[in-house]
């Protein structure tokens, strides 16, 4: 096996969220301003009070202000709309993001709809999905964001590549189809339904998996020499660490996959950690389109 066949995410994100980092030094030195992320955590799921913090430290770390708003999980819908619509108004807070899910009590598309489409960080705002699929600039959803810029950067030119996404979710699946037909790529959207989906993953030049189910594709599903984006996140058991451990894989095989693909995420270490660089971008691009101030390109 090839050491350069594994796409080292960690590093990527790295290298982005310091030029991120660099563009916030210049806005601060320049025009004296410094972008704000507000963070809204409902509840107290632990997995989602992890992200947050972590959320927290890198947009610190990045020379951001980091805005964190803990909230019971009896909060009612008006009050939480409230203070978005008040987050809406605050010019120093140039980023929201509301942590998914929220209690059942609470309408989610309501949430998102409310959340200034300028400020939408996540890019789930109807109004910014609507751009990215007119090709109108947007803020784009981090995760499938990330998985892009891996691909540009392990590929280059995209254009006439046969893409296969597995999932069909506004969260990745739907706005990586729009980002990869932006680069005139060949897309095709496979989900739970799709009929004879091993033959439709055989023809990919780019593989994308994002179903939520582990290690369901197999090496016999990958095309050879074809790039693999594993955007599952998944814990099952590993009684061989011991009784009650659990260990981390994607939705492909990775330990067989990649010795087929010409490039392949792990998990972790693939997409994860460009999630919360992409979203530091997004609220730097975010702070500039504000400010009406050319944003880079990052």
């Avoid at 008006?78 to 008040?86: F, R």
């Avoid at 990330?146 to 296969?164: E, M, N, T, W, Y």
């Avoid at 016999?220 to 996140?233: C, E, F, L, N, Q």
Wanted: with cysteine; glycine share 8%; proline share 5%.
């Amino acid at each position: 096996m090839i050491e350069n066949k594994i796409i080292d995410g960690r590093a990527f994100a790295l290298q982005l969220r310091e030029r991120v980092a660099n563009q916030v030094s210049r806005l601060r030195l320049e025009k004296n301003i410094i972008p704000g992320l507000a963070v809204i955590l409902v509840g107290e799921d632990p997995a989602s009070e992890v992200y947050v913090r972590s959320k927290g430290k890198q947009t610190t770390e990045a020379g951001m202000k980091s805005l964190e708003h803990k909230l019971s999980d009896t909060i009612s819908e008006k009050d939480l709309l409230s203070l978005i619509i008040k987050l809406n108004k605050d010019t120093e807070v140039n980023g929201i993001l509301v942590q998914l899910p929220l209690p059942k009590h609470i309408n989610e598309e309501k949430v998102l709809a409310t959340i200034s489409p300028e400020k939408d960080v996540d890019g789930f705002h109807i109004l910014n999905v609507g751009r990215l699929w007119t090709g109108s600039n947007s803020l784009v959803p981090c995760t499938p964001f990330g998985c892009f810029l891996l691909l540009k950067d392990q590929l280059g030119d995209l254009s006439g590549k046969r893409a296969v996404i597995i999932g069909r979710s506004n969260i990745v699946g739907k706005p990586m189809a729009a980002l990869l037909l932006s680069e005139s790529c060949t897309v095709t959207i496979a989900h739970s339904k799709t009929i004879d989906l091993e033959n439709r993953c055989k023809e990919a030049d780019i593989l994308i998996a994002a179903v939520g189910k582990p290690l369901m594709v197999k090496a016999s599903w990958i095309k050879p020499g074809a790039t693999v984006i594993d955007v599952g996140i998944n814990r099952i058991p590993a009684p061989e660490r011991g009784i009650g451990k659990t260990r981390l894989v994607g939705d492909v095989d990775f330990e067989n996959g990649q010795n087929i693909a010409g490039a392949i995420t792990p998990v972790p270490g693939g997409v994860g950690p460009m999630t919360i660089a992409c979203l530091l971008r997004n609220t730097l691009i975010a702070t500039f389109r504000q400010f009406r101030l050319d944003a880079p390109d990052i």
